[in-house]
């Protein structure tokens, strides 16, 4: 739908790629061939290697997704990310200076900043890399084949090593061993209720 379509003159897109309507693609964008891009994204200053798939309302600004890479709907890609082959990106996902490994998964609920992630990691829903001390930026790197639980929170710096898993509810303060499990979170305690005496 070129009327509802914005394409800077500045903008290169290979063969075969499809863009839905009302998109704007702006700046040095460089999309390859036999990608899709979805309706109501914002692109500026990317490239996109071919077989890309972009879902529907995105915003990716100064990234490179390479070839194979998947975002879903609603994810924000910010400056410095680099999103490896095969790698996805999933709803409601912010990545900010971030490398995400060859076939790893961030997705969904996710906001992953300042960090070096191996191939086939799995990160579970809501995990957080804690990147800001209130002065200084700090990086989280993490090994190939690692699964994160849900609601992991990474307190960077913090390595984690390849083949490690991490539990559900965890709060990452240390550096994790290879092929470890970490589980880092109080103990539940069930107190009587005492309302109503």
């Given amino acids: 739908d070129p009327q509802?379509?914005?394409?800077?003159k500045t903008?290169?897109?290979g063969a075969d790629t499809v863009i839905y309507p009302n998109c704007?693609?702006?700046?040095?964008?460089?999309i390859g061939a036999n990608c899709k891009i979805g309706p109501n994204c914002w692109i500026e200053n990317s490239k996109f290697e071919d077989n890309v798939e972009v879902k529907m309302s995105c915003y990716i600004l100064d990234s490179h997704l390479k070839e194979g890479a998947q975002t879903e709907p609603f994810a924000k890609l910010r400056p410095q990310t680099v999103v490896e082959n095969k790698a996805k990106i999933g709803s409601f996902v912010e990545i900010k200076k971030s490398v995400i490994g060859s076939c790893s998964k961030v997705p969904h609920l996710s906001y992953i900043g300042d960090t070096v992630m191996g191939a086939g990691v799995n990160i579970g829903a809501g995990a957080i890399t804690c990147n800001y001390d209130g002065e200084h930026k700090h990086q989280t790197i993490i090994g190939d084949?690692?699964?994160v639980g849900s609601n992991?929170?990474?307190?960077a710096p913090v390595k984690v090593g390849s083949g490690a898993?991490?539990?559900?509810?965890?709060?990452?303060?240390?550096?994790?061993p290879a092929k470890t499990l970490a589980i880092a979170r109080a103990r539940q305690v069930n107190l009587k209720?005492?309302?109503?005496k």
């Fill in 4 to 8: 509802n379509t914005y394409i800077d």
């Fill in 165 to 176: 898993k991490i539990g559900a509810g965890s709060t990452i303060t240390e550096d994790i």
């Fill in 11 to 13: 903008v290169k897109i």
């Fill in 152 to 155: 992991t929170n990474f307190v």
């Fill in 24 to 30: 704007y693609i702006n700046g040095k964008t460089v």
């Fill in 145 to 147: 084949d690692v699964f």
């Fill in 193 to 196: 209720n005492k309302k109503g």
